[in-house]
């Protein structure tokens, strides 16, 4: 087996992990930075991320705004200390993400413009038109390119964690383009492997998206934390989930139902007025939008077609100059995939899982319970989105925390030096031995995609927008067998290069994994918060039981275990989390605790 | 619905067992939205789970489906069956060697990316407490377009030069590399100069154009390409009349 020493291992080259390689590589340049990516870096799913990233800019916006929006967007799940340590770091990272030469989009006097986002009180979110992350990835990508300490390993699959003493050690990868393993050693790893939407059927992520470093450290013992909350976007394709950005809605666009009418007053958002204003109507955050648009299609008011139930996202009053300037990839993707000019024609949109909002358990620097173990992005849970996510503050996340993981690592793995790889290959070829079998088995009879469209479909019906015990219950059996079916798998292809079959073989069991953390974790907080809604008798939140992190914990063979943290809580105390007029009604009550 | 199907023709190579690249022929069901890539993930699916080709976003982003589709070279996630009445061939990106099927080995240009240092070598350091650097929509407008390349190597596939001598830079690399060179608040121009007008640069472009033909994200590399002849021209005059190490 091939060997490599590190000092740190950086897992994904998404957003998370460039940021994380570069702070390292900055910090000390004689630290041996491993960065592996089952693709090339500038595939990874951050390239999809549209609308914008937050960070406090105008005189009349405070990081006092952005962490109440933030938390009571977050339904009171976030931890609060974190979260103000974050939306004090966002507006320093966006500049340096300008420094490395992000295209933000600029103002006429040259300084950099904001625009207004869902559930964001003051317009805060930086951006790059309408292809942010786009340029954010590349940015990082490209910046990357000059540290030479920065070792990549372009499609490199991580197949296994290595973790002997208590103590993460290194990781095992597959060489996708020979199938050959390569044992990774190091001081300290960092997980940067993105989210896990894929486990769901209409989702709005790349093929990649199939939380794998969640699955690796939940398998290795680390909780997965907050794992009901799993954020559906509003706006998305219908069939394909393709996502239409929100900043659609923060540069002004209006969302309809079949009678032409601006459903989301009725949904405690109004009232609707000509001009968008932070907060109301169409910039109220996801989950709030979601859940109307779910209300609209049981009243029948929602337009029925081929493509299935869809609203109407309305663009044409903002003129075709316009969009093409602040919308030009939403103005493609509707001509190129819809036949529908926006500027002329509404877009037909419906919601689709877009955000894990849980994942590894980490603390406020991004350190797993596991020593050595560092994770960011969205494959962890940090804290700062409880239980539903603002937009655009994923892109600032991968920056803010992408950094700390960065430097964090580099900390932990000066105290703590590589062991030898000699030491860990017994393990690794142990580990290897497995995933081999898997694939040379000759007598199963599952087939790989039959077994995938299944998990997708059961989730879509015990996990979507609205949920109730039996359903989610349904879930949690059907998962229980389709994870004894995975062991009767058949692998078709059994030849060494670019086995595509044997990944996404490998890739369906972190699903599974993943995505029973997501249904027990759901089954087991009977309340309704952010984006976890039951309609079973829990319709309230409930503070005084579920003011809590869920934590789910992997048992081998058999449903995993959910038990229950504290919240961090500083200076917010819960309160009624209102939107539209009822808001501004809410912010004047006096505080109370 | 009506059931519609095409015949997807796939050029098959499998390095352990084949000797050349083979058509294998698919029958598939399809409904006017699918893309050429819904048709190959149904094949993988459904018909043979052995095929092999990289593909992510789905949404003309990420950059990885690029293929040949009747030998033209385009996005399978944005390219539509409906488009192919009764057949369509698939295969891998032209100029490339290949790895398997329809997946081809990107070693040449990311060695080309890394080599045009695409990254701001800022003009004067600037701290992060001095906040940004002011740079105005006109001259955002400068490199923005050449900004939106999303490396899905179309435009190699397309390049006849490159398909001869894949030492030239090609036309990616030289719109990265223009659009660093056109950043204002970039300072390295001339270091960046010097491989446009080496032996690898773009006099080695024969002004075919059909690079910006392919290109999917309208970059035009094309044009990249050509301003920076003139500006090697240019540059190649000056050092005669100019001591060296000045500024222009």
Known sequence: MEIYQADIVIVGAGGAGLRAAIAAAQAD??????????????????????????????????????????????????????????????????????????????????????????????ERTWFAADKTGFHMLHTLFQTSLQFPSIKRFDEYFCADLLVEDGRVEG???????????????????????????????????????????????????????????????????????????????????????????????????????????????????????????????????????????????????????????????????????????????PIPVRPAVHYTMGGIEVDGRCAAPLPGLFAAGECSSVGIHGANRLGSNSLAELCVFGKVAGLEAMAFARNHAPVEGARLEKQALASEQKLRAMLLKEDGTERMAVLRTEMAETMEQGCGIFRQHDSMLATCDKLAELKQRFKNLRIEDKSSVWNSDWLLAIELGYQLDVAEAMAHSALNRKESRGAHQRLDGFEQRDDQNYLQHSLASYQADAAPNISYGAVKITKSQPAVRAYGAAGVAAEQEPAHD | MTEQTIVIEVMRYRPEQDQEPWPQRFTVPYSDDMSVLQGLQYIKDYLDESLSFRWSCRMAICGSCGMMVDGIPKLACKTFLRDYPGQVRIEALHHFPIERDLVVVLDDFMEKLERIQPYIIPKEPRALSEGEHLQTPAQLDLYAQFSSCINCLLCYAACPQYGLNSDFLGPGAIALLHRYNQDSRDGASQLRMQLIGAEEGVFNCTAVGYCSEVCPKQVDPANAVNLNKTQSAKDYFLRFVKPKGSCQ
């Open chain 1, 171 to 345: 990781v095992l990868a597959i060489e996708i383009a020979s199938g050959e393993c390569t044992l990774i050693a190091a001081g300290a790893v960092v997980m940067a492997t993105g989210g896990a939407a894929r486990v769901f059927r209409e989702n709005t992520n790349g093929g990649i998206v199939t939380g794998d470093g969640m699955a690796l450290a939940f398998r290795h013992g680390v909780p997965l934390r907050d794992m009901e909350f799993v954020q559906y976007h509003p706006t998305c394709m219908p069939r394909t989930g393709l996502l239409f950005t929100e900043a659609c809605r923060g540069e002004g666009g209006f969302l309809i139902n079949k009678d032409g009418y601006r459903y989301l007053q009725d949904y405690g958002l109004g009232p609707a007025e000509d001009q968008p204003r932070n907060k109301f109507m169409e910039l109220g955050p996801r989950d709030r939008l979601s859940q109307a648009f779910w209300h609209e299609q049981q009243k029948g008011r929602t337009f029925e077609g081929p493509l299935g139930s869809v609203v109407h996202l309305d663009l044409r009053h903002l003129g075709a100059a316009l969009l093409r300037e602040r919308l030009p990839q939403i103005y493609e993707l509707a001509e190129d995939f819809l036949g529908v000019d926006p500027a002329k024609e």
């Open chain 1, 29 to 122: 340049p004689n630290l041996k930075i491993a960065l592996i990516s089952k693709v090339y870096p500038m595939r990874s799913h951050t390239v999809a991320a549209e609308g914008g990233s937050a960070g406090v800019r105008q005189a009349h916006d405070s990081f006092d705004y952005h962490f109440n929006d933030t938390v009571s967007g977050g339904d009171w799940l976030c931890e609060q200390d974190v979260v103000e340590y974050f939306v004090k770091q966002c507006p320093e990272e966006m500049v340096q993400m300008e420094h490395w030469g992000c295209p933000w989009s600029r103002k006429a006097d040259g300084q950099i413009n904001v625009r207004a986002f869902g559930g964001m009180k003051i």
